[in-house]
């Protein structure tokens, strides 16, 4: 596996990947390149299932389709990370408010004694 440098420095890997069986070699980080593969691995699954339903389609027409798919779950994932995050802070600002509700009628409560305590004591004192 050859090691190149970028401009800023960097080690870059060279990786082959398969993708419709045909061989890509690739650039990455020095280190990355089991992810670059799991990745291609991951395009390629796409580029399959495709594949599968049509007849002869181009690499590039094919290729585009699985980004095209692959987009869309993203955008599917952001989504639902976006709900998810919305449950989230609402969940926390109830967490906090009922928190500070229940410390501000603890508060209460102790001001309460205490005013009674206090009066006691100058009655008693008189």
Excluded: P
Aim: charged share 30%.
């Amino acid at each position: 596996m050859d090691v190149l440098l970028t401009k800023e420095g960097w080690a870059m890997a060279q990786v082959t990947v398969l993708v419709n069986g045909r061989s890509f070699r690739m650039g990455c980080r020095d280190g990355e390149e089991a992810r670059v593969q799991e990745l291609a691995a991951e395009i390629d699954t796409h580029v399959q299932r495709i594949r599968g339903g049509m007849r002869a389609v181009q690499d590039d027409r094919l290729f585009l389709m699985a980004a095209i798919m692959m987009a869309d779950q993203l955008w599917e994932a952001r989504d639902e990370l976006q709900k998810l995050r919305q449950i989230a802070d609402s969940r926390a600002y109830h967490v906090i408010d009922g928190g500070a509700q229940a410390m501000q009628r603890d508060l209460s409560k102790a001001l309460e004694a205490s005013s009674r305590v206090e009066s006691l004591h100058q009655r008693a004192n008189g």
